[in-house]
T-cell receptor
Framework: AQSVTQLDSQVPVFEEAPVELRCNYSSSVSVYLFWYVQYPNQGLQLLLKYLSGSTLVKGINGFEAEFNKSQTSFHLRKPSVHISDTAEYFCAVTFNTGGFKTIFGAGTRLFVKA | NAGVTQTPKFQVLKTGQSMTLQCAQDMNHNSMYWYRQDPGMGLRLIYYSASEGTTDKGEVPNGYNVSRLNKREFSLRLESAAPSQTSVYFC??????????????FGPGTRLTVT
């Protein structure tokens, strides 16, 4: 069965420190991978996506993520966070099953402290 | 472009009341979705419409109905609201919905409380 797991529900970090938000999935078919960000009281917006090609993808606001097929992971990283990065981050996976199947992870709340 | 719009932004209902959440997109997208967001559970798909004229159940369809009114509009109806339907509801759209990497575009959400 397909599933998506975000390993940390909350990640507190100091400003200008690096951060990694972890996402793992379970699948027997090929996948497309996404990270979305949700700022307080807003809808989700796309940070970055992996469809094919280079396994390291860069997104908006200095974020990047690396697709690791053998470990079925798609972790999100930023080398130096800002207060304004405080938000909830969702990993989403589209499974290539022939129909519509996209599953969102439970979310990771990133809290950047001064 | 307004993107995806939702009305209302907030709503309080009493148990048993009915209401319709409205969603519209101006990006000429084929596919539209309704999700609910609950703490610690991420987004769960209620219903989706792969294209105009079609609708399909998602993960949590019980207690809801949908209408794809035209290509732009996709409404969600609660016929008899229950406290378990207290949640934040998001509408989203995408160019397509098949097994390809289609990005979804989200509306700002509707916060619904059922007392």
């Amino acid at each position: 069965a397909q599933s998506v797991t975000q390993l940390d529900s909350q990640v507190p970090v100091f400003e200008e420190a690096p951060v990694e938000l972890r996402c793992n999935y379970s699948s027997s078919v090929s996948v497309y991978l996404f990270w979305y960000v949700q700022y307080p009281n807003q809808g989700l917006q796309l940070l970055l996506k992996y469809l094919s090609g280079s396994t390291l993808v860069k997104g908006i606001n200095g974020f990047e993520a690396e697709f690791n097929k053998s470990q079925t992971s798609f972790h999100l990283r930023k080398p130096s966070v800002h207060i304004s990065d405080t938000a909830e981050y969702f990993c989403a996976v589209t499974f290539n099953t022939g129909g519509f199947k996209t599953i969102f992870g439970a979310g990771t709340r990133l809290f950047v402290k001064a | 472009n307004a993107g995806v719009t939702q009305t209302p932004k907030f709503q309080v209902l009493k148990t048993g009341q009915s209401m319709t959440l409205q969603c519209a997109q101006d990006m000429n997208h084929n596919s539209m979705y309704w999700y609910r967001q609950d703490p610690g559970m991420g987004l769960r798909l209620i219903y989706y419409s792969a294209s105009e004229g079609t609708t399909d159940k998602g993960e949590v369809p019980n207690g809801y109905n949908v209408s794809r009114l035209n290509k732009r509009e996709f409404s969600l109806r609660l016929e008899s609201a229950a406290p378990s339907q207290t949640s934040v509801y998001f509408c989203a759209s995408s160019e397509g919905s098949g097994s390809r990497g289609y990005e979804q575009y989200f509306g700002p959400g509707t916060r619904l409380t059922v007392t």
